[in-house]
């Protein structure tokens, strides 16, 4: 491989919505699109790729459990201007958990895609200059 990349699978309830969805409001651009099955998309670095119920990816385990959308891990994108794109979005109508909250690291709010996946929106905190 001569390009860093990251890949990190999201099941999906559809991945068409999850196209339109990624692509629409996050500036993820498409790769590939096997629908209803499979598709992935990119931004910077980060593959996601965006498996339906009839993938290979949704099939059960040997002890029957089947893989489903949703849980608490979550990629993260950094913005610099992080209550301006809450803003953006919720114009949009996008769904967020939680109000943004601040923490020594910076500032965070979680944002949930059609299928109940969380999308961490983050922006590190200003550091100055090194105390002495």
């Known amino acids: 491989m001569t390009e860093i990349a990251v890949n990190i699978r999201y099941m999906v309830d559809d991945v068409d919505a999850a196209v339109a969805w990624y692509t629409k409001h996050?500036?993820?651009?498409?790769l590939s699109n096997f629908?209803?099955?499979?598709?992935?998309?990119?931004?910077g670095p980060l593959r996601l790729l965006l498996?339906?119920?009839?993938?290979?990816?949704?099939?059960?385990?040997?002890?029957?459990e089947q893989?489903?959308?949703?849980?608490?891990?979550?990629?993260?994108?950094?913005?610099?201007d992080l209550p301006g794109e809450v803003?953006?979005?919720?114009?949009?109508?996008?769904?967020?958990?939680?109000d943004i909250v601040s923490g020594p690291g910076g500032l965070q709010i979680l944002l949930?895609?059609?299928?109940?996946?969380?999308?961490?929106?983050?922006q590190p905190a200003q550091?100055?200059?090194?105390?002495k």
């Not at 550091?127 to 105390?131: C, E, I, L, N, V």
């Open 26 to 30: 996050l500036n993820f651009s498409p």
């Open 35 to 43: 629908a209803p099955a499979f598709a992935d998309v990119r931004r």
């Open 51 to 64: 498996s339906g119920p009839t993938s290979s990816a949704g099939r059960p385990m040997p002890d029957g």
């Open 67 to 80: 893989p489903v959308p949703g849980g608490w891990n979550r990629i993260q994108l950094v913005f610099d």
């Open 87 to 98: 803003e953006r979005l919720r114009a949009a109508g996008i769904t967020f958990r939680n």
């Open 112 to 122: 949930v895609d059609p299928s109940g996946n969380l999308v961490e929106l983050f």
């Open 127 to 131: 550091r100055g200059p090194a105390a």
